[in-house]
T-cell receptor
Framework: SQTIHQWPATLVQPVGSPLSLECTVEGTSNPNLYWYRQAAGRGLQLLFYSVGIGQISSEVPQNLSASRPQDRQFILSSKKLLLSDSGFYLC???????????FGEGSWLTVV | SQQGEEDPQALSIQEGENATMNCSYKTSINNLQWYRQNSGRGLVHLILIRSNEREKHSGRLRVTLDTSKKSSSLLITASRAADTASYFCATDGNQFYFGTGTSLTVIP
């Protein structure tokens, strides 16, 4: 079965600094990959999804960008963080074998 | 939200009682799924119900789906303190949208 690794697990960054969150997937190939953000005590907001290498769809205009340089690697980036970028970021994947998506353990980002 | 809404937003019950959560969604679906999230963790898949199914059971979980009303419910029977978590519904498609979640607290 697939395993999703996210790092870093926790990050505190100053306003205006860059961001890079990485997600890698093991145990599957050609997955759909997703980045979600969850504000404290709130639901999940889909930020980006990717159906293949170099293919990124953005759901909501953000101060963020995503890239998929390899089949099982998904990166969330920002050039200049805002306070409102704080939250819990979750990477998820959907394999070709079913309709269930699997989540990583998340990355906590606090922008100060 | 981008797709669905759960209600209630928060639910507090005594251990042993049943917990019912509802989910409404906006567009046509092939499947609807329920997930659980412990505080500060990733989401874990609980159960999937297909659009041509009306009810599905898994252990203490019972899910119903009414596509005419674009709604689903999740029933947890004989709740336990360990069921304390947030519960989300998700609709399928490339995008996989989630609802806003129901925060369930089971009091021992």
């Amino acid at each position: 079965s697939q395993t999703i690794h996210q790092w870093p697990a926790t990050l505190v960054q100053p306003v205006g600094s860059p961001l890079s969150l990485e997600c890698t997937v093991e145990g599957t190939s050609n997955p759909n990959l997703y980045w979600y953000r969850q504000a404290a005590g709130r639901g999940l907001q889909l930020l980006f999804y990717s159906v293949g290498i170099g293919q990124i769809s953005s759901e909501v205009p953000q101060n963020l960008s995503a890239s998929r340089p390899q089949d099982r690697q998904f990166i969330l980036s920002s050039k200049k963080l805002l306070l409102s970028d704080s939250g819990f970021y979750l990477c998820a994947c959907l394999t070709g074998f079913g309709n269930t998506i699997y989540f990583g353990e998340g990355s906590w980002l606090t922008v100060v | 939200s981008q797709q669905g809404e759960e209600d209630p937003q928060a639910l507090s019950i005594q251990e042993g009682e049943n917990a019912t959560m509802n989910c409404s969604y906006k567009t046509s679906i092939n499947n609807l799924q329920w997930y659980r999230q412990n505080s500060g963790r990733g989401l874990v898949h609980l159960i999937l119900i297909r659009s041509n199914e009306r009810e599905k059971h898994s252990g203490r979980l019972r899910v119903t789906l009414d596509t005419s009303k674009k709604s689903s419910s999740l029933l947890i029977t004989a709740s336990r303190a360990a069921d304390t978590a947030s519960y989300f519904c998700a609709t399928d498609g490339n995008q996989f949208y989630f609802g806003t979640g129901t925060s369930l607290t089971v009091i021992p």
